[in-house]
């Protein structure tokens, strides 16, 4: 049980991925709805393949950046799931089919390309445990963003089947163990930071998009 282990660096994190994570935001709630514009279901998937679904991604980068024994049983067990996960992303996109026609393209794709590079940079920092940050960034905010996905994918006929990214408790172990070394914790605790910020990026991009086709 995550409450058995005493872990003021998870309890930090825990409170990042919840404050600031994706759980929150009006976009990603109007993909989970019955009534959800299915353009917003397709420009949802289109972009989230962008930012996640191309290899290597951010847990594979932050397997080449991480040098923590501790982590390595996580990083694979995470790569591994979030493989499946790319897989689905690719599904439902070509499901939902193509991006829809919206005003400001142009401005969107310099928006998307400069968050993708944003990931990109996380992923591959040198900073000793920010890698490692990002990748439980996106460990941690995928469950949100997987359950609306999951309803959207249910009303075009796909099954998502299981997630298998690791467990809470098993990143709740690892947070607590890193975070041990403060420098470490700090420099983890920026790429979570930094990951879901751009994880709130995408769905204001998102939110502003779905407006301009609504107008």
């Known amino acids: 049980m995550i409450s058995a282990v005493p872990r003021s660096a998870w309890t930090a994190v825990a409170s990042l991925a919840t404050e600031d994570g994706s759980a929150g935001q009006p976009q ?12 917003d ?13 191309r290899l290597p991604g951010v847990i594979e980068h932050a ?4 040098d923590f024994d501790a982590a390595r049983s996580w990083l694979t067990e995470a790569a591994s799931g979030f493989a499946q996960e790319r897989g689905y992303m690719v599904a439902l996109a ?7 026609s919206t ?3 142009a401005n969107t794709e310099a928006a998307i390309a400069a968050q993708r590079h944003a990931i990109d940079m996380l992923a591959q920092s040198e900073r000793r445990g920010c890698a490692l940050g990002a990748a439980i960034a996106l460990v941690l905010d995928w469950p949100a963003i997987r359950t609306a996905l999951d309803r959207a994918a249910a009303r075009l ?3 998502p089947g299981a997630c298998e990214l690791p467990a809470r408790a098993a990143t709740a172990e690892l947070v ?20 879901l910020a751009q994880h709130r990026g995408l769905w204001d991009l998102l939110e502003a998009r779905a407006e301009a086709r609504s107008g």
């Open 28 to 39: 990603l709630a109007a993909l989970a709805r019955e009534t959800c514009d299915p353009r």
């Open 176 to 195: 607590a163990v890193l975070g041990e070394n403060r420098a470490v914790e700090r420099a983890m605790r920026f790429g979570i930071e930094q990951l």
């Open 41 to 53: 279901v397709a420009d949802a998937a289109y972009h989230l393949c962008i930012l996640h679904g």
């Open 94 to 100: 070509a499901a939902a089919g193509p991006p829809p």
């Open 157 to 159: 006929g796909l099954d």
């Open 103 to 105: 005003p400001g393209q």
């Open 63 to 66: 397997a080449t950046h991480s």
